[in-house]
């Protein structure tokens, strides 16, 4: 999930500060000690990837919250219910919840079923060995700007609250990470991601009925303080309690891809499946999802209620309102709380980033290495500490961070989820499908990604004068048929075409090989 700016984090006094750095110690080394327990029970590669394929249900549904519930959710959703209301957070919280549920009902008991320990493992067994390389190498880079976002946000709250340097803030917030991930593996992920997202969750209760229940709103009843913003609202921004989006094309179509990124471009995605992979069996592998995706949806609904609430206590507020909220309601007790809070929701995204690019690096590409291909564990240890490092090199840079995990999040959509739901629910014919499939999604989606982002962007000082690409690339061109066509082409996300060039690809590579076996 997306980080977010953490010099909106509310302010504290110096006497908490040094009790911060108490509690934050404190934690921290509870967690390093909670995963030297967990390295335990580590004694070959099953073990470290997938914890052996032996999680219960409280620690795959704890492990699949703590992954998905990232700072993003609590801050960017917040500040994007404020913003554009209900339908600014239809990709987060909303399409990501579904996501869940979704993979629980469809994705999880077929996949379990496999004895995977990769998402690239899959494409080997239905496709072929090409089709494990080619998804691998396209899924391996995804991860690194994820990865660099959590050391970033984590390095902006050392500097907030420790005067820590940028760049230190980095390589400490790095090498946490990396020892709760190199030690345990899946095992110490998945402990520390359990115990994280219960304080996340708690702090996240604690501002939300401390909110709710301020004169302006419920006046000491949290319950009430909903419904009077409800009322409020309904006056004030009729427009922020509805789903739908506008009768513009363009904002449906935006609406649809958002909807469409959300439920299926996490699908083929390492991190989720594997947890998957590491459930005890098929049917707590499906309903850790499902209650993961219940889960996320209710704990997601505080943040966005949080955004909207403060129209009603703040309406003339900009920036992010949930850190804004923390910093005047809560006493200094809870502030720290707070700040424990979202260290814990960014360190358990962190290391579920860590360790999926890690797995495909380590397992299905390293591993043709002769020098390696016998010695598993180290093999694995080795890519979590190369991945590391592929963050930090990518947090130094400091730009241009959320674009690229847009972008490496839309490749999984358009390259990855045709092969992976044909792999499953269609009848797979070798590797030239699968090949076929993430070549041209990959491609079509890049035409038209470049053709909008370096071919014909809009010039810097047209940029608030044009509300949306498909107008200014209209006007580029100066005959009517032209003009009219480029507008419509431009109306469809980028997302649309790659995954529609996926799916023309699977059925072409399907159609060349049917034709040879005849």
């Known amino acids: 999930m997306l980080t977010f700016a953490a010099e909106a984090m509310p302010e504290l006094n110096a006497e908490s500060v040094g009790m911060l750095k108490i509690a934050l110690g404190v934690y921290i080394v509870f967690l390093l000690g909670l995963s030297i327990v967990a390295s335990r029970r580590v004694k070959n590669e099953e073990d470290y990837l997938i914890a052996g394929r032996r999680l219960p249900l409280f620690l795959a549904w704890g492990t699949l919250m703590a992954t998905w519930f990232g700072a993003a959710t609590m801050f960017a959703a917040a500040e994007s219910a404020r913003d554009e209301g209900l339908r600014g957070v239809i990709l987060d919280p909303f399409a990501c919840a579904a996501t869940l549920v979704f993979a629980g009902l469809f994705f999880a008991r077929p996949l379990w079923r496999m004895k ?46 420790f005067q820590i340097p940028f760049s230190h803030g980095v390589l400490y917030s790095a090498a946490v990470t990396l020892i709760y991930t190199l030690v345990g593996g899946m095992w110490s992920v998945t402990l520390t991601d359990t115990l994280q997202i219960v304080v996340a969750l708690f702090g996240l209760l604690v501002l939300a ?46 609406w649809i891809a958002a909807w469409a990124t959300g439920l299926f471009g996490n699908i083929p995605g390492q991190d989720l499946q594997q947890r998957v992979f590491a459930s005890k069996d098929e049917k707590t592998a499906s309903r ?69 690019p890690a797995t495909l690096l380590g397992h299905n590409l390293l591993n043709r290495l002769p020098a390696l291909r016998e010695r598993a564990l180290l093999r694995d240890r080795l890519c979590v ?28 959509l358009v390259a990855l989820f045709i092969p992976v739901a044909m792999g499953i629910y269609g009848k797979p014919r070798g590797e030239l499908s699968a090949v076929l499939a993430m070549s041209f999604g990959f491609t079509a989606w890049a035409i038209r990604f470049l053709a909008e982002q370096v071919f014909l962007p809009i010039p810097e000082h047209l940029a608030e004068t044009y509300e949306y690409y498909h107008d200014y690339l209209a006007a580029e061109f100066p005959v009517e048929g ?18 529609g060039f996926s799916a023309v690809g699977y059925l072409l590579g399907q159609a060349i090989l049917k034709r040879r076996e005849s």
């Open 288 to 356: 850790a999802c499902i209650l993961a995706g219940v889960l996320y949806f209710a704990f997601g609904l505080i943040p966005v209620s949080l955004g909207l609430a403060s129209h009603v206590t703040h309406p003339e507020l900009e920036g992010e309102p949930v850190a804004f909220l923390a910093g005047h309601y809560l006493s200094p007790g809870m502030l720290i709380v707070f700040v424990i809070a979202v260290v814990s929701m960014v360190v358990s995204t962190a290391t579920s980033a860590v360790l999926a």
């Open 116 to 161: 995977l320990l990769t998402m690239a493992d899959f494409y080997r067994q239905k496709y072929g060995e090409k089709a494990e390389i080619l998804g691998a190498s396209i899924q391996i880079p995804s991860y690194f700007a994820w990865i660099a976002l959590q050391y970033t946000a984590l390095s902006r709250i050392l500097a907030t609250y």
């Open 209 to 254: 009925f401390t909110v709710f229940s301020q004169p302006e709103l419920g006046d000491g009843s949290a319950f009430r303080g909903v419904s009077v913003m409800v009322e409020k609202l309904t006056e004030s921004h009729p427009d922020h309690l509805s789903l739908m989006p506008g009768m513009s094309g363009v904002l449906i179509m935006g």
């Open 482 to 499: 032209l003009r009219t066509a480029a507008s419509s082409l431009a109306v469809i996300p980028e997302d649309f075409y790659g995954f």
């Open 385 to 412: 500490v190369l991945v590391s490092i592929g963050g930090v090199v990518l947090a130094l840079q400091g730009q241009g961070m959320m674009e690229l995990l847009d972008m490496a999040l839309s490749i999984q």
